[in-house]
């Protein structure tokens, strides 16, 4: 679990204000979502995020999970299980590239945490073959006011490749119909990952 700087009283001392990436999609999801929305966890791996979201969207929203990997969307399923939010969501062991297939459009916040299945195969991480297609989607998806957020991962067993093709997508995307942004480390000694938020202005 990320400790989230709004869920304490002021900053910690020692701490960063946000932790690193994955704790400032948290802090922009809990900016975007309100209850009854619909929102898209695209990566759901452990079921982290998956119950991050599930929580936001309150009793009358609705999460739409993918994976490709069954092991993640059984330990997934377990953990919504666990913690009573199974109901409200929908999880497909499917490729986010098929996204647009099962989704209808009304989408408020569309999570990529890219990468690898932590405690899982290194190998099967994202790819920018499925994942650019899968942004685009999630793109057209999203409500006006909805947003896209990505933590992206580079360097070690994610290389650099998808990082490359994810940052230059993203700097093609029309300024009037998107407002794109990208929060780095920069003084991070070795690869942190990136947060960008990509909010849609206009259908
Ligand atoms: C960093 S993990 C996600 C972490 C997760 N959100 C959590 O809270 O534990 C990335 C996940 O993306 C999945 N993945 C890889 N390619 C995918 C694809 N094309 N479509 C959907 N999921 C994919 C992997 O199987 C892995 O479980």
New binding site residues.
């Given amino acids: 679990m990320t400790t989230l700087a709004s869920e304490s009283n002021g900053k910690q001392p020692g701490r960063p204000l946000v932790q690193n990436a994955?704790a400032l999609s948290h802090e922009y999801a809990r900016l975007l979502v309100r209850p009854g929305d619909t929102v898209i966890?695209?990566?759901?791996?452990?079921?982290?995020?998956?119950?991050?979201l599930a929580d936001l969207v309150g009793p009358d929203g609705h999460v739409i999970g993918?994976?490709?990997?069954s092991?993640?969307i059984a330990?997934?399923t377990d953990r919504l299980q666990k913690a009573g939010l199974l109901a409200r969501c929908e999880l497909h062991v499917?490729?986010?590239?098929?996204m647009a297939e099962r989704v209808p459009p009304g989408v408020r916040v569309v999570?990529?945490?890219?990468?690898?299945?932590?405690r899982?195969?290194h190998a099967?991480?994202?790819?920018s073959e499925?994942?650019l297609p899968?942004l685009d989607q999630a793109l057209a998806l999203l409500s006006v006011g909805g947003a896209v957020l990505i933590?992206l991962?580079y360097g070690g067993d994610s290389g650099f490749e998808e990082y490359q093709a994810v940052l230059d997508h993203i700097r093609t995307l029309p300024v009037r119909q998107f407002a794109v942004q990208k929060i780095e480390m920069a003084n991070a000694t070795n690869c942190a990952p990136i947060f960008i938020c990509c909010e849609k202005l206009q259908d």
């Fill in positions: 994955l966890d695209a990566t759901c791996g452990n079921g982290g995020d998956t119950e991050f993918f994976d490709i990997q092991e993640a330990r997934t499917a490729s986010h590239d098929r999570l990529f945490n890219l990468g690898y299945l932590p899982g195969n099967i991480g994202t790819r499925t994942t899968a933590c991962y």
